[in-house]
């Protein structure tokens, strides 16, 4: 093996001067405007650089920013954590890329680290270099592979599985998704049947009031009824069930545990795999390595991503023994789904956040921020729900408790003046209705784990002067 040294890495063509130049220096007004006009994807937010293994990142200008959001659910262990980036920096001096199927050492030691975290008998697993969406395009894949005469999925209300063909049309109708009138919005939907997520705050049947995500006491998940049924009744058959334990997109909505144990009962009574999409939710976000730990339910698969990798792009897909079938090399794999770079910074992640204690601290940094968000609901009528465990939180903003009418605008000012006094927060997916209501109204609190004490009174004293501001 070549014993490199930290400072080995040296430029063959060109300066590091140069190189810096090129990665470190503010681009000119015209460089962002061309840009701008090239890029076919919008573009927001210009930022820097960031605080090594926290939550504070800089713009262009060298304002600090408050981030709560761990860019888009991402960063558990906050922005460039000193571990994983020296992991990368090791490994990237000895290998950066082999082809898919081939062996490394960080692979190995992977492999084995996320499995024996993994819920029950998840112990089989596979990996991508995109994320979610192949995570959960792997799950639809094994579970059609390993139940020949299948042809179809249900999936849910407001759930949300990525942004490739198949994915989009098992997530639900978000405004802009492939936009409306696209022919390729109709990709694949005759696959998946949606059904109703045990929504409690707006219960789908009109009959019960949840609250803080829990079910109403009087309510037996009755809604459960609509899910065997539609399987019984399905135009042909169903492989399996995809769904969020906790949904992300559709609006910071924990499931209740009662409707999760019992779904695990449908599914093993029709002999349908529950697929869980654990996206966001992966890696410590709720207190527990994932959400079927902390509800004590294990699926047939679980897609991850997100902090997997610690800010490096991975995605794995994790599934039960009891599948006797896997992938041929043919079907599934991606050009850089065998990349070492990842491998290392996903396996530095998962020993870090066991050495830090960070799931302990979770639970209790997740503890405070409920208690003081639910004092501001006490205060504010315009708060209807406050809901999530962990650091995973939901703040449903509606014009009154008593309606329950969702305010957009205020849910949006909110965020717009916490941005201005430098903290990021964001809000769920905007949710369409056929009747084009549009519902965005949840503001997400889901932090960097590593989130200090001080930064948290401080971002919750900003969240509620925004508050008490759109309610006068």
């Known amino acids: 093996m070549y014993d490199l040294m930290p400072d080995d890495i040296i430029p063959l063509f060109l300066t590091k001067e140069y190189i810096k130049s090129l990665i470190l220096e503010k681009p000119s007004p015209d460089e962002m405007k061309t840009a701008n006009q090239r890029s076919l994807t919008t573009l927001s937010h210009e930022y820097l650089d960031a605080e090594p293994g926290g939550i504070n990142i800089h713009d262009f200008d060298g304002n600090t920013i408050l981030d709560c959001t761990g860019q888009v659910w991402t960063l558990n262990l906050g922005h460039c954590q000193p571990d994983i980036n020296y992991a990368v920096y090791e490994q990237m001096k000895r290998l950066t890329h082999v082809r898919y199927n081939y062996v490394t050492i960080p692979r190995i030691r992977l492999i084995n680290a996320l499995t024996e975290i993994a819920p029950g008998d998840l112990k ?91 079910k109403d006491p009087s309510c037996d998940c009755e809604c459960l009824d609509i899910v065997d049924r539609t399987i019984d009744y399905a135009p042909s058959e169903v492989a399996g069930i995809i769904m969020e334990p906790i949904q992300g997109a559709g609006g910071q909505i924990p499931a209740p545990k009662l409707y999760l144990e019992r779904l695990r009962k449908i599914c093993d009574e029709q002999k349908v795999y529950l697929i869980f999409d654990e996206s966001q939710t992966n890696m ?54 065998a990349s070492p770079i990842m491998f290392a910074a996903a396996l530095i992640n998962i020993e870090v956040i066991k050495k830090a204690n960070i799931l302990a601290e979770v639970k209790r940094k997740g503890a405070y921020v409920t208690k003081r968000l639910k004092e501001m609901q006490e205060e504010f009528n315009i708060i209807g729900d406050v809901r999530g465990p962990g650091l995973f939180i939901g703040i449903e903003i509606v014009e009154d408790r008593d ?42 609190y889901k932090p960097p784990l590593v989130i ?13 002067e925004c508050i008490q501001l759109v309610s006068d």
């Not at 179809?152 to 405004?175: E, K």
């Not at 409306?180 to 939907?189: A, D, N, P, V």
């Not at 294990?298 to 897909?317: E, M, N, R």
């Not at 964001?426 to 503001?443: A, F, G, K, Q």
């Open 124 to 214: 089989k697993v596979s990996f991508n270099n995109e994320g979610g969406s192949l995570a959960i395009e792997a799950a639809i894949k094994l579970a059609l592979i390993n139940k020949k005469k299948a042809y179809s999925f249900l999936s849910y209300w407001r759930g949300y599985h990525g942004s490739t063909l198949s994915t989009y049309s098992a997530s639900y109708r978000f405004a802009g998704l492939l936009g409306e009138g696209s022919t390729l919005r109709g990709f694949g939907l005759d696959r998946f049947q949606a059904i109703p997520y045990p929504y409690c705050y707006r219960c789908p049947l009109r009959q019960y009031e949840g609250l803080h995500g829990e």
């Open 403 to 444: 309606t329950k009418k969702p305010s957009n605008s205020r849910a949006e000012k909110i965020l717009e003046e916490a941005y201005k006094r430098k903290v990021l927060i964001d809000l769920n997916m905007p949710i369409m209705t056929r009747r084009n209501e549009n519902y965005r109204n949840v503001i997400k």
């Open 452 to 464: 200090t004490d001080e930064q948290i009174d401080h971002s919750l004293d900003v969240i509620r």
């Open 284 to 337: 410590g976000k709720v207190g527990d390595w994932f959400a079927a730990n902390y509800y004590g339910v294990t699926p047939d698969i679980i897609a991850v991503t997100k902090s997997l990798g610690g800010g490096f792009p991975i995605g794995a897909t994790l599934a039960s023994e009891k599948f006797r079938k896997g992938f041929s090399p043919v079907e599934e794999h991606t050009t850089f789904g």
